[in-house]
């Protein structure tokens, strides 16, 4: 029991080095800034007992980060966790204006799903999209929560 008790504390104290200010919260996860670059990079974290909306995540961001017309319309994501229950991805600014159009492979158009990179329009909770992207642009239609 000491052992353990041990482990977690030095966990926690990791997480805490590591992860700064409690910035948004969806149904799953929570997302935190990153403490070593917190203008650009928010770690997000799993609630649930399995890492599944991360891991779906960043299975669709690694199987297209180098498709440079699918890839620039995700938030990066610099790396994840063995569980996934800790990721970390490119922070986004929130939209100030909501896009006319967006990839017909990008589904759920929650406002909230959305921020910019640089000026540019991206995804930043990606989880589900249509595999097999095709770049045919739709109207947005956002919704809100």
Request: net charge positive.
């Amino acid at each position: 029991m000491k052992q353990i008790i041990y482990t977690l504390d030095r966990l926690e104290d990791a997480f805490e080095t590591l992860v700064g200010e409690k910035i948004g919260s969806g149904a799953y996860r929570d997302v935190y800034t990153f403490l070593f670059d917190e203008k650009n990079w928010v770690v997000k974290v799993e609630r649930g007992d399995y890492g599944f909306h991360n891991i779906g995540e960043y299975d669709i961001w690694r199987n297209y980060k180098d498709d440079k017309k699918v890839a620039k319309w995700l938030a990066p994501i610099k790396n994840i966790g063995p569980r996934g229950l800790v990721m970390i991805q490119r922070r986004t600014k929130p939209l100030v204006t909501d896009p006319r159009t967006l990839p017909a492979f990008l589904t759920d158009r929650k406002r909230s799903n959305y921020g910019t990179i640089d000026g540019m329009v991206v995804a930043h909770d990606y989880g589900w999209i249509v595999s097999n992207p095709v770049m045919k642009m739709t109207k947005a239609n956002m919704r809100e929560e």
